[in-house]
């Protein structure tokens, strides 16, 4: 395989994306992506491909290559089009994305702030949240589950981000991995004294184990987590490695209603990749 590919690398919470421009077939995303995210390449925490929708509504369509929900690639992609739009200071955009793993379109908005784009999405909405007991280092734990169409969110209620729990949590996302048929799996360590989390995402299709600097799908999982929790809306920042995440879950009579993220992205670099296998 040897490929040129136009990308953008865009910066969402320190989430750091590559959107690549370039039509390419689906079986080759993996591959590309694999490649992209690599330290001697673009480098990366993910990859995702921009499409031409197949709903005249939709402004783009956002795959990514493990054909998960990311709802920072869907920030990123909403900041490109704003930029390539020529969007005015003071001026809101909102787009509508189809993505993967997303069973309906996807709203966002974006608006400049300085050199940067304050983005906010419109989440897809969890099919389950329930707690359940597992073990971990040998001690029992209470989780949050929250279970969304092709994807699993664990919510781990942490004191500190010790060392032994982040690589026990390695383990535990490998092992949902083989267990579950998803497309991605998180486990979202958070501590809820300080509001502060730190998120492990697992693509088993690509074998990929990061933990992101941010993750916007984590902190929604979050965000519904607790909303679920309490039996009333919340609103909350999430700090994590590379920012703060603002979340606000909605609820009413009992359910979730609206689940929204916002967070800030900037554009890094564009340009050509050279991919060889």
Not at 211 to 232: H, I, N, P, T
Request: aromatic share 6%.
């Amino acid at each position: 395989m040897n490929l040129e590919v136009e990308f953008v690398k865009l910066n969402p919470t320190q989430n750091m994306t590559v959107l690549v421009n370039t039509p390419l077939p689906q079986e080759a995303h993996a591959a590309v992506a694999s490649r992209m995210m690599a330290y001697d390449n673009v480098f990366a925490e993910q990859v995702g491909f921009i499409e031409k929708p197949r709903q005249c509504s939709a402004s783009a369509r956002l795959s990514m290559a493990g054909g998960e929900f990311c709802g920072n690639a869907c920030m990123a992609l909403a900041a490109l089009i704003a930029e390539d739009s020529g969007l005015p200071p003071g001026k809101v955009m909102t787009v509508e994305l189809e993505a993967s793993g997303a069973e309906r379109l996807v709203r966002c908005e974006a608006s400049r702030a300085e050199d940067r784009f304050r983005c906010q999405v419109e989440m897809p909405l969890p099919r389950r949240i329930e707690t359940k007991s597992i073990t971990l280092g040998g001690e029992a734990r209470s989780v949050g589950l929250v279970c969304y169409a092709e994807s699993t969110h664990l919510v781990l209620e942490v004191e500190s981000f010790s060392e032994s729990i982040r690589t026990e949590a390695c383990e535990l996302a490998r092992l949902l991995g083989a267990m579950l048929d998803d497309r991605l799996i998180g486990i979202m360590l958070y501590r809820p004294g300080v509001s502060e989390m730190q998120p492990l995402i697992y693509i088993p299709s690509l074998d990929s184990l990061v933990w992101e600097r941010g993750c916007g799908s984590g902190s929604a999982s979050v965000g519904a987590y607790l909303c679920w929790k309490k039996g009333r809306s919340v609103s909350l920042s999430l700090r994590q490695p590379g920012g703060t995440i603002a979340v606000e879950a909605e609820s009413e009579g009992g359910s979730i209603r609206r689940l929204n993220i916002a967070g800030l992205v900037n554009i890094v670099a564009r340009g050509t990749a050279y991919i060889t296998a």
